[in-house]
């Protein structure tokens, strides 16, 4: 079993910056997949970044150049940078975990085993 515990988020203006922080306790995540995924009010929950334990990265095309996903493997915690926030960003953030993910499935909701509480992002324009 695994724990996200999320932290982050907030009210800033278009054009700010926020970080998101995920730790992630329990049974050992290091050689997890962690994504980020978010959810507007009457909307799908979407994919926004995720990275594999090595290191490599996915984004959404809506977020590529603005924001940066990154990992501590020995902290057990993921982080996302959200930098040149748009209104259109605003949404409940989510941290997920899996193992076994490959290249194809980072993108999806069903590929992840864990979760974290949500955090509130909202931009104003």
């Known amino acids: 079993q695994v724990q996200l515990v999320q932290s982050g988020g907030g009210l800033v203006q278009a054009g700010g910056s926020l970080r998101l922080s995920c730790a992630a306790s329990?049974?050992?995540?290091?050689?997890?997949?962690m994504g980020w995924f978010r959810q507007a009010p009457g909307k799908e929950r979407e994919f926004v970044t995720a990275?594999?334990?090595?290191?490599?990265?996915y984004y959404a095309d809506s977020v590529k150049g603005r924001f940066t996903i990154s990992r501590d493997n020995v902290k057990n915690a993921v982080s996302l940078q959200m930098n040149s926030l748009k209104p259109e960003d605003t949404a409940v953030y989510y941290c997920?975990?899996?193992?076994?993910?490959?290249?194809?499935?980072?993108?999806?909701?069903?590929?992840?085993?864990?979760w974290g509480q949500g955090t509130q992002v909202t931009v104003s324009s």
């Open positions: 997920a975990a899996a193992g076994g993910l490959n290249s194809g499935n980072y993108y999806y909701t069903g590929s992840y085993t864990y």
């Open positions: 990275i594999s334990w090595s290191g490599r990265t």
């Open positions: 329990g049974r050992t995540a290091s050689n997890y997949g």
